[in-house]
């Protein structure tokens, strides 16, 4: 079972906190994650700390699923950092800004690992 | 030893009454910041020394500065669209360092606010900026709106400081003389703790802004049912409360800047409290998230004209967003070399930007090793800003400030790195022309 949904990243406490300790273990856990509600996450048959893969039309990435019952339906959110943008549409619009916000996304329960900040650097070398 | 009203480094609320204690050249505690702003001023592993590699996959070798500036300088030099990207962690003295170093290359100069409140500065270019300073909005603010923007996570002590709890000459009861509401996509703390919680489906923000307006211009006939899944009786009743304020405040963040919309989201937020000032007094301000990317934009403004996205290939700033900011440039291949320099485009870009910087030489000037270190080229180790050097930076509503030093290093400031640069680039063309 799949979710459609809307994507959308953005900034949390934690993930300010290790903005200077990006190579940390801290830092993974405040950012790499995936957050939806419960009822989304029931349908998707996932646990919190599950793997879950999220794809849209401009790349796809894996972190483990939270709950935050404050989303709506087919709203999931990654905080703002690389694992929210290995989905992010580049695309400008012509006025200089990517979109961070409202992408169609997929989302997919998955056994495959969640990648490390270098591991995924390493992909766009 | 204590150190009193010391300026926290992190968030665009520069808050100014931290307490930091300093014991053998070391911060051992840090009183009265938010977790962040705690967080940062303790400290993190840095990188120690300059490095260098040739293949982003190699492994980084030490090198001296002298070696790790010359590089760098011969670089930037040598490139023909070298791309000058970050600066917002940085103080007013080095970004102007860094406007001098872009007029040197001819090349661009962007700041952070491109994946920030880039949309925003577009937005006052359109419609201006109703706008006033926080002391303001803290002592006369009863109707605060968040639109868009979660202070709870991003900017902590701002309902405390100068938004919500805190009590002011015309908000004597604080909380309790201030109406709060929240306009989100999802239901964040910040909605929590509001009267009025609003949600708006994503990328309809514009549309329930234009609803408003039509019912404050006495136009609610012309309103549906149902705006950007708002009810048409909720808007009905947020347009009366908003034309009842004394003094009405919004403040906004990446909820309407990376939305669909954009700049647009700006325009129409900005034409919504220039029409209800017709009624009582209203202001709008961007919740600003490095300490000093407002300062990055009064810097470049009064050297340049413009506020970021600034080519200097012509050898005239020219300005064109769309064009010439960062994301843009990297879309389309067109730099040949990058300095990032006091922000994080490895972090903060999306994947395919990235995967396009990753061909072109790197140069970082940082602290911290982080994602932009993982596709650099030349790593320089600086001092931070705010801790360990004093200097000038904004507060977010433009208030210029004197952030503090708190203790000592060796690492050499970002402007003292700048100048050996700027130095060694004329030395190199110089000696070419």
Same mark, same amino acid.
């Given at each position: 079972?799949?979710?459609? $949904?809307?994507?959308?990243?953005?900034? *949390?406490?934690?993930?300010?906190?290790?903005?200077?300790?990006?190579?940390?273990? $801290?830092?993974?856990?405040?950012?790499?994650?995936?957050?939806?509600?419960?009822?989304?996450?029931?349908?998707?048959?996932?646990? =919190?700390?599950?793997?879950?893969?999220?794809?849209?039309?401009?790349?796809?990435?894996?972190?483990?699923? $939270?709950?935050?019952?404050?989303?709506?339906?087919?709203?999931?959110?990654? =905080?703002?950092?690389?694992?929210?943008?290995?989905?992010?549409?580049?695309?400008?619009?012509?006025?200089?800004?990517?979109?961070?916000?409202?992408?169609?996304?997929?989302?997919?329960?998955?056994?495959?690992?969640?990648? *490390?900040? =270098?591991?995924?650097?390493?992909?766009?070398? | 030893?204590?150190?009193?009203?010391?300026?926290?480094?992190?968030?665009?609320?520069?808050?100014?009454?931290? &307490?930091?204690?300093?014991?053998?050249?070391?911060?051992?505690?840090?009183?009265?910041?938010?977790?962040?702003?705690?967080?940062? +001023?303790?400290?993190?592993?840095?990188?120690? &020394?300059? @490095?260098?590699?040739?293949?982003?996959? #190699?492994?980084?070798?030490?090198?001296?500065?002298?070696? !790790?500036?010359?590089?760098?300088?011969?670089?930037?030099?040598?490139?023909?669209?070298?791309?000058?990207?970050?600066?917002?962690?940085?103080?007013? /003295? @080095?970004?102007?360092?860094?406007?001098?170093?872009?007029?040197?290359?001819?090349?661009?100069?962007?700041?952070?606010?491109?994946?920030?409140?880039?949309?925003?500065?577009?937005?006052?270019?359109?419609?201006?900026?109703?706008?006033?300073?926080?002391?303001?909005? %803290?002592?006369? &603010?009863?109707?605060?709106?968040?639109?868009?923007?979660?202070?709870?996570?991003?900017?902590?002590?701002?309902?405390?400081?100068?938004?919500?709890?805190?009590?002011?000459?015309?908000?004597?009861?604080?909380?309790?003389?201030?109406?709060?509401?929240?306009?989100?996509?999802?239901?964040?703390?910040?909605?929590?703790?509001?009267? /009025?919680?609003?949600?708006?489906?994503?990328?309809?923000?514009?549309?329930?802004?234009?609803?408003?307006?039509?019912? +404050?211009?006495?136009?609610?006939?012309?309103?549906?049912?149902?705006?950007? #899944?708002?009810?048409?009786?909720?808007?009905?009743?947020?347009?009366?409360? @908003?034309?009842?304020?004394?003094?009405? @405040?919004?403040?906004?963040?990446?909820?309407?800047?990376?939305?669909?919309?954009?700049?647009?989201?700006?325009?129409? %937020?900005?034409?919504?409290?220039?029409?209800?000032?017709?009624?009582?007094?209203?202001?709008?301000?961007?919740?600003?998230?490095?300490?000093?990317?407002?300062?990055?934009?009064?810097?470049?403004?009064?050297?340049?004209?413009? !506020?970021?996205?600034?080519?200097?290939?012509?050898?005239?700033?020219?300005?064109?967003? #769309?064009?010439?900011?960062?994301?843009?440039?990297?879309?389309?291949?067109?730099?040949?070399?990058?300095?990032?320099? !006091?922000?994080?485009?490895? %972090?903060?870009?999306? !994947?395919?930007?990235?995967?396009?910087?990753?061909?072109?030489?790197?140069?970082?000037?940082?602290?911290?090793?982080?994602?932009?270190?993982?596709?650099?080229?030349?790593?320089?180790?600086?001092?931070?800003? #705010?801790?360990?050097?004093?200097?000038?930076?904004?507060?977010?509503?433009?208030?210029?400030?004197?952030?503090?030093?708190?203790?000592?290093?060796?690492?050499?400031?970002?402007?003292?790195?700048?100048?050996?640069?700027?130095?060694?680039?004329?030395?190199?063309?110089?000696?070419?022309?």
């Amino acid at each position: 079972m799949n979710l459609n $949904a809307t994507f959308i990243s953005g900034r *949390t406490v934690n993930q300010g906190c290790n903005l200077e300790n990006k190579t940390s273990q $801290a830092y993974f856990d405040a950012a790499a994650y995936c957050e939806m509600n419960s009822k989304d996450a029931s349908s998707l048959g996932v646990e =919190p700390g599950n793997n879950v893969k999220v794809t849209t039309d401009h790349g796809s990435v894996v972190v483990p699923m $939270a709950i935050c019952d404050g989303n709506p339906d087919g709203l999931v959110f990654i =905080p703002m950092g690389p694992w929210a943008n290995a989905v992010v549409d580049p695309d400008t619009k012509g006025c200089g800004m990517p979109g961070f916000k409202g992408i169609s996304a997929v989302v997919e329960p998955t056994d495959e690992k969640a990648p *490390t900040m =270098p591991e995924l650097m390493a992909r766009l070398k | 030893m204590i150190i009193k009203d010391v300026l926290c480094p992190f968030c665009g609320c520069l808050c100014d009454d931290l &307490a930091v204690e300093v014991e053998n050249n070391k911060v051992v505690d840090v009183k009265h910041a938010c977790k962040i702003g705690a967080s940062k +001023i303790m400290g993190h592993d840095r990188i120690k &020394a300059p @490095m260098m590699r040739d293949d982003k996959n #190699g492994e980084f070798r030490e090198v001296s500065y002298d070696e !790790a500036i010359n590089e760098s300088a011969k670089i930037l030099a040598n490139s023909k669209r070298p791309l000058l990207y970050g600066w917002a962690s940085g103080l007013c /003295e @080095m970004m102007a360092k860094g406007i001098l170093l872009n007029e040197e290359v001819g090349g661009i100069i962007d700041n952070t606010a491109s994946v920030c409140h880039g949309p925003s500065v577009l937005g006052v270019h359109e419609k201006g900026l109703p706008t006033g300073t926080l002391g303001q909005f %803290a002592n006369r &603010a009863d109707l605060v709106v968040f639109w868009g923007c979660n202070p709870v996570q991003a900017h902590p002590r701002h309902m405390s400081r100068y938004s919500v709890f805190n009590k002011g000459f015309f908000a004597s009861k604080g909380r309790r003389s201030r109406k709060v509401v929240v306009f989100d996509v999802r239901k964040t703390d910040t909605a929590e703790m509001a009267d /009025e919680y609003v949600q708006v489906n994503p990328g309809e923000d514009y549309i329930v802004m234009s609803a408003l307006r039509a019912i +404050i211009a006495d136009k609610a006939d012309v309103v549906p049912d149902s705006v950007g #899944g708002v009810p048409k009786e909720k808007l009905v009743e947020l347009g009366e409360a @908003m034309k009842g304020a004394k003094y009405g @405040m919004v403040y906004f963040g990446m909820g309407l800047t990376q939305s669909r919309g954009k700049y647009k989201n700006i325009d129409n %937020a900005v034409s919504l409290i220039t029409e209800l000032n017709a009624h009582g007094k209203h202001s709008i301000l961007p919740m600003r998230g490095h300490y000093n990317v407002t300062g990055f934009g009064q810097v470049c403004a009064w050297e340049t004209g413009f !506020a970021n996205a600034v080519d200097m290939s012509r050898g005239i700033p020219y300005y064109n967003p #769309g064009e010439t900011c960062s994301n843009d440039l990297l879309m389309r291949e067109e730099i040949d070399s990058a300095m990032i320099i !006091a922000g994080d485009a490895g %972090a903060h870009f999306p !994947a395919q930007s990235i995967a396009r910087m990753s061909k072109v030489p790197v140069i970082q000037v940082d602290p911290f090793h982080n994602p932009t270190t993982e596709m650099a080229n030349i790593v320089i180790p600086t001092k931070v800003s #705010g801790v360990e050097l004093e200097g000038t930076a904004y507060r977010m509503d433009s208030v210029s400030l004197r952030m503090r030093k708190l203790v000592d290093v060796d690492f050499p400031s970002d402007e003292e790195v700048l100048d050996k640069i700027i130095a060694k680039v004329r030395e190199i063309k110089g000696a070419s022309s």
